[in-house]
Every structure is written in C-alpha cells, then in structure tokens.
C-alpha cells in the first residue's frame, strides 16, 4: 500500500539531532588526527556543540598549585585550552563545556576512571575548587567575550550516580558540589547556562531528587542532562564486548524521561539535553562499527527531538582512549569515523539527515519526509533492524506519493549505505581485518565507506510522484527529489545519434 504524503507540512524539522555531539578527553583535540576528522564532520554535518570529559583534569593542565613565601598558591593556566577551543571555535564548533574531573592537586582522594585516571573524588577545598571554576570561566569571558560564552552550556560533572565516575556515588556529595559550582558560575555572570546532573540510564529518581534539591535550595539550574544507552552488561572478549541491545525505541523513551518526570512542577519547561547516546556504553563493541547500528539508529534521529532539546552522539570519531590506545583501527569505537577519517554507516545516517529539509511533510515507522525552501523534498528511509539476531530483511518496501508542486518531471538523487555498499567494515574482514592498514588499504577502505549513489528522472502526475524504495539488508537510504520545472534541452538535440550515425530527419 502507497502512503500519501501530505502537501501542508506539519511541523519544522527539530535539529536536536545536531546541537552536540560527544568527543574524547579535553587534550585529545590537540592532536592531528582528531583535528582532521573533526574539520571533515563539520563540512558534512555541521553539529553546533562538542562536550567531553577533562577539562579540568591534569591532562588539560589548567591547575597548578605552587609555593611561594612559606604559602601554597594556586596559578590557573590555559595554554591548551585556547588551543583547543580556537581549534573548535575555527572549525564552526563550540563547547558544550563539562565540569570535571577533579585535578589530583585538589582531589579529597586517589580514585580515578579509565587508562588516563581522572580523579573522581570531591575537592578537598570548596573554596578552592569554586575558585577554580570562577577562572576558568573568567579567562573563557575575557578571551571569547561574555555573548559568546553565554551560548555554551556548562554540565557539572559526569554521572555521579556511579561509583565509578563519583565517589561511593555519594548523592548528597553531588548536590554540594552541583550548588557550589552554580553559584560559582553564577558569580562570574548571571546568564551563563548551568545545569546537571548528567546521569547515566537506571537512575530515574537521582533526577527526581535533584529537582527537588536545587528547588527547595534555590539553586541556580537553566537545564537538566541525562545520558541515554540501550545495551545490556558487557560480555568480555580479549579487546572488545559483546552486548544484547533492547530495542531503539528505549532510547527515545530514555530521552523523553526528564520531562516526564519534571511535568507539573517548578522545573517543567526547562530544557532537557540528552548529553551522551549510543547503542552501546563500551568503546569497544563492535556494533558501533556496523550497517546494522545505522539502520538501529534512523528512527532515533528521526524522533528524538521531538521528546527533547538535545541528544549527543557518543562521539564523533574513534581518537578516544577510556579503555585504552586502541589496538586496531576497527575495534568497536563510539565515533563516526575511526582513526585516520573512515566512514562509519552510521556517519552517513548523520550526513543524510544533513541534508534534510526544514519542514517536515511526514513520520512513519520506516521513514521521514522533509521538503527544503526551495522545492526540493528529503526522505529518509531504513529497513528494520532486529535486535534478538533474526534474518536481517532484505526487500523492505517504503512506498510513497510524494507532492513535488508543478513540474514536468522530478530529478532523484539517491543515496545509500547497508549490507552491501557504504559499508568500510565489512570490506575491512573481507580484507582480513589488518589492525594497521597499509595506506593503499586505507584508500580502499574509504573508497568502500562512500554510499551507493543512483539518479534517475521519474514522472510527475498532479503534482505528485510515486516513490518506490526497495531496501536491502540494514539499509539507510537518502532519496531526494528536484522538481524539474523547466526543460533546456534544445530542439535538435537526439540521443539515438551520440555515436553519429543515421540522418537527420529533415536533412
């Protein structure tokens, strides 16, 4: 059955889908690589902010305590900061600042996370630690002015409901330090955005609590965060996990949680940001590198900004170090581009929805219609993606009568990746998975990651034309329609006569 797409459109295309996406350490950015891929995913998608971890750990290098005359003193610096963020900041990117983790000079105790161990414990000087966070955003005011600084939103922390990213997850440790750090922020000036707590998944009612913290104490809140992931527990293989996932529908659940929760009391209303999603919370599943996540993912990106203001991929691109330097340029990593600038599927799910247009013509569970300013109409498409391991489908039918306005013809674009074409993962096990590809394998393997591309002119009848998209195995596919309102070819023009034979009619 063919599914009419409505000519009125029914809303405008949210971009919550770009507003952030998720990257490694702070000091990561530093780096050649990382820098590269960044420039590429902004010419082809264009997200408006980046948040990570570190910009306060050692590794950033922005706290030093010295001793001078018999006292100790604190200098903050800010080499690699600038750095980094003139980086972002030339590259059309701005941060989506987290605050954290502890700098071990100022740490209450010795507990870290991943290989680079950011200290988790709180401050052993609140004072200090509020002093802390006033410079940093002091110099970032100073060197950025206060207008630009005011559109970079500041988390305080990362999940704190786990042991292992807050000591003993020490609840009411978290609310201190959240209250302390927003007036802090608040102090250098009142229109910088604070918000928290930036849970991870399973930990509803630390939200609930929360609200009900800054509320009664009045603290200083211009939005809540929380992350959002749909994998069961790890199963360790050397290098790597294996995970069950739930469906992609837990994760717009997830993000549609906080305002839910928030609903009819005196948070409701304020903007919810979705600060990491994926699949997986492991840098080291292989799913992440897969047709299938793409396809797994469509309906996420299609749907999420309508439950919230924001929702981060986690991360851009594979120079990411939580578990490690990463021991094959495939190896399961959160980003959408590995090391050294390969395509992942599920960049180009990203880099479709790029080119979609700002109204939205219509929904369905296996597609998204957008039409641009100009005419032009986006659809989205993806075949299903079965998380208890079934057959993949092969042949899915997205039938559409699509509204194109007046026109002789419509001009489509088509683009797509699966099983079968815009695929660098699997032609890298066809390759026998070299760990460090030599740089003509590195060619071929980009060369495999760019989309399937078709064209073709179809038929217009009232305004209308009749799509048939036949999706392979986890496909994603980008079908664009351009009226073609006027026909320039001219009038002695023959195609039977390219190769020059036969007579003109009227010779």
């Known amino acids: 059955m063919r599914a009419v797409v409505p000519d009125r459109a029914q809303g405008r295309l949210p971009d919550a889908w770009r507003h952030c996406v998720g990257t490694g350490r702070f000091d990561l950015a530093l780096r050649r690589d990382y820098q ?130 807050w000591q003993d997850a020490d609840e009411a440790a978290y609310h201190r330090l959240y209250e302390v750090t927003a007036h802090a922020v608040k102090e250098v000036d009142a229109g910088l955005l604070v918000g928290g707590p930036a849970v991870s998944p399973g930990a509803d009612e630390w939200m609930t609590r929360f609200a009900e913290f800054v509320t009664a104490r009045d603290v200083p809140l211009d939005f809540v965060s929380r992350h959002a992931y749909s994998s069961g527990p790890a199963q360790h293989v050397p290098f790597g996990v294996y995970q069950t996932l739930m469906p992609a529908s837990a994760l717009l659940e997830q993000f549609a949680t906080p305002r839910r929760q928030l609903a009819g009391g005196p948070l409701a209303g304020v903007p919810v940001h979705v600060t990491e999603f994926n699949s997986s919370y492991r840098p080291d599943n292989p799913i992440h590198d897969t047709a299938f996540h793409a396809a797994y993912l469509a309906p996420v990106l299609a749907g999420g900004g309508e439950v919230c203001d924001s929702f981060a991929y986690w991360t851009f691109c594979d120079v990411f170090e939580e578990t490690g330097v990463p021991t094959s340029i495939f190896h399961g990593g959160f980003g959408l581009l590995t090391h050294r600038q390969i395509k992942k599927p599920t960049y ?62 419509a001009f489509l674009l088509r683009s797509s990746v699966g099983e079968e074409q815009g695929n660098a993962w699997a032609a890298w096990c066809e390759m026998g998975r070299p760990r460090s590809p030599r740089p003509r394998e590195l060619e ?52 039977r006569r390219l190769l020059g034979l036969g007579e003109e009619e009227n010779a």
């Open 36 to 165: 590269e891929s960044l420039a590429l995913v902004q010419r082809e998608i264009g997200f408006r902010h980046i948040r990570g971890h570190g910009l306060l750990s050692d590794g950033a290098g922005v706290h030093r305590p010295y001793e001078h005359a018999g006292e100790r003193r604190v200098r903050h610096a800010f080499t690699y900061v600038d750095q980094v963020i003139d980086a972002y900041l030339d590259l059309g990117i701005r941060p989506f600042l987290e605050l954290g983790f502890m700098p071990s000079e100022l740490a209450s105790g010795e507990q870290t996370v991943f290989w680079w161990r950011g200290n988790v414990t709180p401050p052993r000087s609140w004072s200090e630690w509020a002093e802390l966070v006033r410079a940093t955003l002091a110099h970032l005011v100073d060197r950025y002015g206060l207008d630009e600084v005011r559109t970079w939103p500041i988390e305080v922390w990362n999940e704190p409901n786990l042991k292992e990213f």
């Open 444 to 495: 071929v393997l980009r060369e495999a990651a760019e989309p399937a591309r078709s064209h073709r002119a179809l038929p217009v009848a009232d305004g209308r034309v009749e799509l048939d998209l036949r999706l392979g195995a986890h496909e994603v596919t980008l079908a664009e329609l351009t009226p073609v309102r006027r026909d320039e070819t001219p009038p002695w023009w023959d195609d």
């Open 348 to 409: 180009h799910l990203y880099a479709f929805m790029a080119r979609m247009g700002e109204e939205v013509l219509a929904r369905g569970a296996d597609h998204l219609v957008t039409r641009h300013g100009d005419g032009r109409v986006s659809v989205l498409a993806w075949a299903p993606a079965d998380v208890t391991g079934g057959t993949p489908v092969s042949g899915h039918a997205v039938r559409l009568s699509v509204p194109v306005g007046p026109a002789g013809s």
